[in-house]
């Protein structure tokens, strides 16, 4: 079966340090990963998705970027973190039709 | 970004009734999913749909997908306090998923 590790869980970051968050998956190859931001509990915003290595489509222009330098993992990075960075962000895996299955979360607090 | 109608925003419910939610869009989607999270974690698969006008059921809750393509509904009898919590719809395009903002359910025990 596929799995999805994320860590850390929580994070407590000061405005302008760097971020990075990093999404492994096991069980599978090639996969089809996401990067979704939630803000209060409510509505997720797709951040980035990877249909492979080196490959990475930004949805929202931000402070983010997104890298992909494996097959099964995805990074989330900021050079320097903003208050509105602060939110629950989650990695998820498409698997096949068409159903995305995600990971348990980070919860980053920009202080 | 693109997001789906999704309706009631939140419910306050007594324990045993059933509860019903639903998304609209003013897209055709061809896959139609139901998630549930609860807090402090990811969205768990509820229920996916494929075809229009299917009908799918997992233990008390039940889900449709509409026969114009751009609406689905999900229903949940009985409900119980572990039904707490934030359910989502989303329709599939493009090798993403579109989203509602969430139905907010607690029940009453």
């Known amino acids: 079966s596929q799995t999805i590790h994320q860590w850390p869980a929580t994070l407590v970051q000061p405005v302008g340090s760097p971020l990075s968050l990093e999404c492994t998956v096991e069980?599978?190859?090639?996969?089809?990963l996401y990067w979704y931001r939630q803000a209060a509990g409510r509505g997720l915003q797709l951040l980035f998705y990877s249909v492979g290595i080196g490959q990475i489509s930004s949805e929202v222009p931000q402070n983010l970027s997104a890298s992909r330098p494996q097959d099964r993992q995805f990074i989330l990075s900021s050079k320097k973190l903003l208050l509105s960075d602060s939110g629950f962000y989650l990695c998820?895996?498409?698997?096949?039709?068409?159903?995305?299955?995600f990971g348990a979360g980070t919860r980053l607090s920009v202080l | 970004g693109q997001q789906l109608n999704q309706s009631p925003q939140s419910m306050f419910i007594q324990e045993g009734e059933d509860v019903s939610m639903n998304c609209t869009s003013s897209s055709i989607f061809n896959t139609w999913l139901w998630y549930k999270q609860d807090p402090g974690e990811g969205p768990v698969l509820l229920i996916a749909?494929?075809?229009a006008g299917e009908l799918t059921s997992n233990g008390r809750l039940t889900a449709q997908f509409g026969i114009t393509r751009k609406d689905s509904f999900l229903n949940i009898s009985a409900s119980i306090p572990s039904d707490v919590g934030i359910y989502f719809c989303?329709?599939?395009?493009?090798?993403?998923?579109?989203w509602g903002l969430g139905t907010s359910l607690a029940v009453n025990p």
């Open positions: 998820a895996l498409r698997r096949s039709q068409d159903i995305q299955y």
């Open positions: 749909l494929y075809k």
């Open positions: 069980g599978t190859s090639n996969p089809n």
């Open positions: 989303a329709g599939h395009v493009n090798r993403k998923l579109i």
